[in-house]
């Protein structure tokens, strides 16, 4: 039996503004929403409207058999509340269906994973916070930002609960096993891993109009895979459906005429926390070094390749610590959208994915001058003089003096209580 | 493959970037095992390195028959031209040229500079390409710049083998747009009978389409490249506490220095570690001396004058960043020896060398806001220096004049059919 999994990626970074040095302390605000608006406004009316009728269709005409999920960053979600709230509403309709599981992942679409734990739990918590709330579901299933993923990043996601996790198929750890089957942790056999079938996935997304796909020839390619393999994942970003295909590809009738090809040839659609249930693992896989699901390497080069994007990295996380200390809401705020992947992506001579910016080192120095402002009113929070240590121990004490103050006072009710008990 | 080629100068003793220019592009040819070349420039000083190419000086090209003797030839000439050549070039005088002043061996007085009468420089120029488009044998001529033109189109005329121009800068570029007609006379004449033009940069090549009238497919772009200095490290970065951000060029309009002046006033605004250098010197010089001054920042803005040769070197390889923020450049290789030096460099994007540039910052030569974002980035961001540097000399060091040739000789090729 074939088991087809449908999963895409949501996500539209926050654009910052032209931020000259001359701004820094003067301009607290980083982000060009004309452009961030103009965007989003773009992709909902090519993209994200029309591929959520289609699968709402499609669900629809198969009774529900066609199944597929959905990874949306918490910085998207924030987008469309304010840009396209109707999109909101169509994935609302979409969850009620059932046939629809949404993934977690760090909110900010960040590296947090690779270079700060404690943040990265944070995101991810956060994240799935936002996800119930809005679908009434929480995601059992994760996707980390760009499908990054290591033997140490999966023992995150397990601790916190999560059943099963997305990854790529890159040569180097797969060898010649087949991303068709389920494997787990290196050490971890609880945590499933699922992997993106990497050639048949750029097949819908960037080879759709080279091929001359039809849906039909596309799960005859299912079909003639090897016996006994039993899942497919096919993971992509939404915009492959109206943006980097445009409607006039045919791309949306392709995937209406999947399911009934694919029911045709006794295949199911099915979402990874209902299929990791019934199937076992067959041999586990182990991530040393990071991978991720871009470029022929799979690593991180695109976001931490050079010296540009190590120091912007750097000088990001290193204010971490004091971040949370603070409970400023804007500057919490801004901290999470100055983590998003992207930042750190336009950084990156070779390939810069999606850049607004003439060059690497204008990224650069746009992202530089921003940091520099937000590290001032970060440190404007609380002196620097006083060392993190230092300062942990502090509101660590203020904290520990609530809680003492808080069971004394249980204490003195208790005692009250009795003493009224006694009194009577 | 024989050349003939018309230049004006030639290193050692050069003015501005053509002579770098064309010792760069005939020594990157020479690399071509059936390539020879003959250069003619007006005045040559006797230490040019030949070892790659043949230099005729024309000052030493007889275009009056005078009778002179073997030994008096010696002595006058012998120092950049054997006597047996002086005679044998004297039998392609087929034209009467007494009009012109010629000295007691029939030869013209050249300055080989950018004299006052250059107009009269450049017609005498044309007579003696006669004489040698008579004598000489060669399979194209490839004029350097408008002022050997009309040399080459004479030549073109008399020996009816291909002519193809190189167009190291337009009038558009010198003037801001304020064009002398006598020279734009010149060059629209030279490019109207070339059988190609190549232009170094696109940016002039758009000029030449638009503003001379040429066809597209007539005109094609060959990038300059750079010649690898031979003792690059021998040149080093004295540690000191200031940064030093340096201009360095000709002081006129086509450079626009008033532009670092402002980004310099700009960057002192936020910053005091930084010191600004403008090197160089011209007719802009007393003016921008004036708006620092102006500006209040008079003690951290210094002006070096005129530098040369290792000089030029030792000023750029100092510095931690080096700007150019020509308002018209049609190439502009300064910006690729700062980096051979590993200095950062900042460019305007009207600077035909910032279409083959990936690691330097460019701007808009007005921009001066990002231009002193680009320099406060550069001083306060180790990373970026250090991309800057490390990846500038190596993109630097890929731009090969063998490259550049090997695009010439193809237009030879397809001129000669």
Not at chain 1, 6 to 28: A, C, S, T, V
Not at chain 2, 17 to 35: H, N, V
Not at chain 2, 115 to 124: F, K, R, Y
């Amino acid at each position: 039996m074939r088991n087809i999994s449908f999963y895409f990626q949501i996500h539209q970074p926050m654009r910052l503004k032209r931020y000259r040095f001359f701004d820094i302390g003067k301009d607290p605000y980083y982000y060009d929403d004309f452009q961030t608006e103009e965007r989003i406004r773009k992709v909902v009316e090519q993209t994200y409207l029309p591929a959520n009728r289609t699968i709402a269709e499609m669900i629809r005409s198969s009774n529900g058999k066609f199944k597929c999920s959905f990874a949306v960053s918490g910085i998207a979600i924030e987008q469309l509340e304010q840009y396209a709230p109707e999109v909101i509403d169509s994935f609302k309709e979409l969850s009620k269906t059932g046939s629809v599981e949404f993934l977690a992942e760090p909110y900010a679409h960040s590296l947090s994973s690779v270079f700060d734990a404690g943040e990265f739990e944070r995101q991810v918590k956060m994240h799935s916070d936002k996800i119930e709330e809005l679908f009434g579901k929480r995601p059992s299933t994760f996707y980390n930002s760009e499908l990054i993923y290591s033997d140490q990043i999966g023992e995150a996601v397990s601790k916190m609960g999560y059943k099963s996790v997305l990854i790529d198929e890159a040569k180097n750890i797969m060898g010649w096993k087949s991303p068709d089957y389920i494997y787990k942790h290196a050490y971890l056999p609880k945590l499933k891993l699922l992997i993106r079938n990497h050639k048949l996935s750029d097949d819908i997304a960037f080879r759709f109009s080279q091929h001359m796909l039809t849906a039909e020839k596309f799960i005859n390619w299912i079909a003639a895979l090897p016996a006994g393999e039993n899942i497919i994942n096919l993971g992509m970003g939404y915009e492959v459906l109206g943006t980097i295909n445009s409607a006039n590809s045919g791309i949306f009738e392709f995937f209406k005429a999947l399911p009934y090809h694919g029911m045709e040839q006794q295949m199911n659609f099915v979402l990874p926390s209902e299929f990791i249930k019934k199937t076992e693992a067959v041999d586990t896989l182990s991530v040393t070094y990071p991978m991720s699901w871009v470029g022929n390497d799979k690593d991180l080069t695109p976001w931490t390749g050079n010296d540009l994007q190590q120091e912007a990295l750097q000088k990001l996380y290193e204010k971490s610590d004091r971040v949370k200390l603070c409970n400023d809401k804007p500057l919490q705020h801004d901290w999470l959208m100055l983590q998003s992947s992207d930042h750190f992506r336009y950084m990156s001579h070779k390939d810069p994915f999606g850049t607004n910016y003439d060059s690497a080192y204008e990224a650069f120095m746009n992202y530089m001058n921003v940091l520099a402002d937000f590290r001032d009113r970060v440190d404007a929070q609380y002196p620097t003089t006083i060392e993190n240590e230092e300062l942990n121990e502090l509101l660590k004490t203020i904290d520990n003096q609530e809680k003492e103050i808080e069971v004394l006072r249980n204490e003195l009710t208790n005692l009250k209580a009795r003493k009224a008990k006694k009194d009577a | 493959m024989k050349a003939l080629m018309f230049g004006w100068e030639f290193p050692p003793h050069i003015l501005g970037g053509l002579g770098t220019a064309s010792y760069g592009l005939t020594k990157g040819m020479s690399l071509q095992p059936d390539m020879q070349i003959t250069f003619v420039i007006p005045k040559p000083h006797g230490d040019e390195d030949q070892s790659f190419l043949k230099i005729i000086g024309a000052c030493n090209v007889p275009v009056v028959w005078k009778d002179n003797s073997w030994e008096h030839v010696s002595y006058r000439i012998g120092k950049t031209m054997h006597p047996d050549e002086y005679f044998w070039l004297r039998n392609g005088i087929k034209y009467d040229f007494h009009r012109i002043y010629t000295n007691d061996l029939g030869c013209i007085d050249f300055s080989g500079r950018y004299p006052d009468n250059l107009m009269e420089e450049i017609s005498n120029y044309e007579a003696v390409a006669s004489v040698l488009a008579h004598q000489l044998e060669f399979d194209i001529i490839h004029s350097h710049d408008w002022l050997t033109y009309p040399a080459g189109v004479f030549a073109k005329q008399i020996s009816g083998k291909p002519l193809v121009i190189h167009v190291h800068a337009t009038d558009f570029d010198r003037s801001r747009g304020q064009v002398n007609p006598i020279v734009y006379d010149i060059e629209k004449r030279g490019m109207d009978a070339a059988d190609h033009i190549m232009t170094v940069s696109d940016l002039t090549r758009r000029t030449v389409i638009e503003k001379y009238h040429q066809h597209p497919d007539k005109v094609t772009t060959v990038h300059n490249a750079v010649e690898p200095l031979p003792d690059v490290d021998s040149f080093t970065k004295t540690a000191r506490k200031d940064k030093i951000v340096t201009f360095l060029g000709r002081i006129t309009m086509q450079k626009g220095p008033e532009y670092f002046v402002e980004a310099a006033h700009l960057v002192l605004q936020k910053t005091r570690g930084v010191r600004f250098v403008m090197a160089g010197s011209g007719d802009m010089m007393n003016a921008m001396i004036d708006l620092a001054a102006k500006r209040g920042i008079s003690d951290r803005f210094h002006f070096t004058g005129f530098l040369k040769g290792r000089q030029v070197h030792e000023m750029l390889a100092e510095s931690d960043v080096y700007i150019m923020p020509s308002v018209s450049e049609p190439f502009g290789i300064s910006p690729l020896e700062a980096m051979q030096v590993g200095t950062p460099t900042i460019i305007s994007k009207q600077s035909g060398c910032a279409e083959i540039l990936t690691h330097a910052i460019k701007t808009d030569y007005w921009d001066i806001d990002a231009m002193a974002d680009a320099i406060y980035s550069i001083v306060k961001n180790p990373a970026m220096y250090k991309s800057l540097r490390e990846l500038g000399i190596e993109e630097v060091n890929n731009i090969k004049w063998y490259d550049a040739g090997l695009k010439v000789r193809a237009i030879y090729d397809s001129v000669i059919r």
